[in-house]
Every structure is written in structure tokens, then in C-alpha cells.
């Protein structure tokens, strides 16, 4: 089970921080990832993490302002997000998957119930 948290509002070129809590033994074993779902757009991949610190990938739409990172001790990812701007509001999703890292939504196999996070110009 994930829990995501952390959404809320904030005025453009400021930062908030998203978490997800895992629940389970097995946390180091899943590659974790954030998806995002604005209005009127689908849903779109935003970072992912693997097993550790080590393999992040990022779109390019937040590559430079966004920084997934993972505590495996704490079941936990998270996704730094600075220089918000008004594009970035959207429902963010964190998922886990035990198979190939992938930036496609198939590839996840358990998601979180979303964190809502609201940019104002």
C-alpha cells in the first residue's frame, strides 16, 4: 500500500515536498516512480527512482526543478519539487514496480491514492 502526501497549494517559483509511504517489508525490492494528472491532460510520467539512490530519470518538463529521492529505511520516497509554476498543478501519483524500470504507467503494479498540488501565477 502507498500513501502519498505532502500536496497542497503554493504561488508560482515556490517548492513543496510530496512523500509516499510504503507499507511492507519488501520496500528496497520496488522501483518507485511519480505520475502526474492535470486537468485536461492524461496522466504523465514525472520521475522515477530505482532500488537505490543511484538510477533517477526525470521528464523533461521538470528535469532541473524536480528531484526524486528514496529512504529505504523509512519505506519512503520523495519528490522535491522547486520553481513551481502554474503547469505543474495536477494530481501527482506515486506507483512501485518490482519489474524493468519504465516511465510507462503499465509498468507499475500498485499506486497511490494521489496528492493534490495546486500552483498559483
Known amino acids: 500500500q502507498l500513501q502519498a502526501s505532502g500536496g497542497g497549494p503554493v504561488q508560482a517559483g515556490g517548492s513543496l515536498r510530496l512523500s509516499c509511504a510504503a507499507s511492507?517489508?519488501?520496500?528496497?525490492?520496488?522501483?518507485m516512480a511519480w505520475f502526474r494528472h492535470g486537468p485536461g491532460k492524461e496522466r504523465e510520467f514525472v520521475a522515477l527512482i530505482g532500488r537505490t539512490n543511484v538510477t533517477t530519470y526525470y521528464a523533461d518538463s521538470v528535469k532541473g526543478r524536480f528531484t526524486i529521492s528514496r529512504d529505504n529505511a523509512k519505506n519512503t520516497v520523495f519528490l522535491q519539487m522547486n520553481s513551481l509554476k502554474p503547469e505543474d498543478t495536477a494530481v501527482y501519483y506515486c506507483?512501485?514496480?518490482?519489474?524493468?524500470?519504465?516511465?510507462?504507467?503499465?509498468?507499475?503494479?500498485?499506486w497511490g491514492q494521489g496528492t493534490q498540488v495546486t500552483v498559483s501565477s
Open positions: 511492507g517489508r519488501a520496500f528496497s525490492t520496488y522501483a
Open positions: 506507483a512501485a514496480t518490482q519489474r524493468e524500470i519504465r516511465t510507462i504507467e503499465r509498468g507499475y503494479d500498485y
